[in-house]
């Protein structure tokens, strides 16, 4: 949106994947800017998953480089160029800069929506239980739940749990959020409401990369559409470009099923 800059905040460059034998990801390179949002399309099994976990370390790449906001993650660039891999606890912090939002909301059952924001901030960044109920408070505000604090997610709508996820992961302060069709697991009822939060979430400035099948959205709210097919992103732009005017066929032919 406006706030771009130049800043690059994620950074992958030909990143190869396999599963075994099967090569998933067959060299992908993607830049995502600071404030910049990209929506990543493309038919099932094309990699999308894949792909934004492994910008997440939660996979394990074969080969080419992923930097978050500068650093490569997950290895450490020697003296002579030479990558090694590194420590689990250096990997663990790189981790905390970039919040996730999955299909599935995976909210402590157990505490309440309050307690599941400020778990993290106070057990793994140190905040005070003080500070962190301040901010937890404000964040619930921010997805509209101010009057939820205190109520565990069974009695949560899917739509109000994903936005208590999507609070979780904005209390670790991160650098981009990752979603994975956060609303696809939704009520068709409730699916506005997290869409609406992810868009003020966007004009607030957010770097975010957002897998989903809400073309609306993506219309609306992205700076930069990418497809993937294969395993292979072939092609990126402006939405009302991919959307009116694609130039790959495999492009056409996905878009005309779901559009
Ligand atoms: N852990 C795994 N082991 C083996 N194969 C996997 C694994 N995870 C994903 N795959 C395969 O990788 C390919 C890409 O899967 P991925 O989940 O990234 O696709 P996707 O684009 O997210 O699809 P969808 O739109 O259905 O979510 C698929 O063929 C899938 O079967
Ligand atoms: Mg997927």
Redesign the pocket.
């Known amino acids: 949106m406006a706030h771009q800059s130049e800043e690059l905040i994620i950074e992958a460059l030909d990143v190869h994947k396999s599963?075994?034998d099967?090569e998933?990801?067959k060299g992908i390179s993607l830049q995502v800017r600071r404030g910049e949002v990209v929506v990543?399309i493309?038919?099932?099994?094309?990699?999308?998953?894949?792909?934004i976990?492994c910008i997440n370390l939660l996979?394990d790449i074969q080969s080419g480089r992923i930097r978050v906001n500068g650093q490569p993650m997950g290895y450490r660039e020697r003296a002579d160029g030479r990558l090694v891999r590194d420590s689990e606890r250096n990997i663990a912090r790189q981790r905390r800069d970039i919040g996730m939002v999955f299909?599935r909301f995976n909210l402590f059952a157990h505490m309440t929506a309050l307690e599941n924001i400020i778990e993290a901030p106070i057990h793994v960044l140190g905040v005070s239980r003080e500070a962190a109920l301040i901010q937890g408070r404000e964040l619930l505000a921010r997805v509209g739940l101010a009057d939820k604090a205190a109520h565990y997610p069974s009695m949560l709508s899917g739509g109000q749990q994903q936005r208590v996820a999507i609070a979780r992961a904005l209390a670790m302060k991160p650098k981009a959020m990752l979603f994975?069709?956060p609303t696809s697991a939704l009520d068709p009822e409730t699916v506005g409401e997290v869409l609406q939060v992810m868009k003020e979430l966007a004009e607030d400035g957010m770097t975010m990369v957002v897998?989903t099948?809400e073309m609306g959205f993506a219309r609306e709210v992205a700076d930069r559409v990418v497809v993937?097919d294969q395993?292979e992103l072939i092609e990126q732009g402006p939405p009302e470009q991919i959307f009116s005017r694609p130039t790959h066929p495999r492009t056409q032919a996905f878009l005309s099923r779901v559009l």
């Open positions: 599963f075994g099967l998933i990801l990543l493309g038919a099932s099994g094309s990699g999308k998953t894949t792909f976990r996979e299909q994975d069709e897998v099948h993937l395993g």
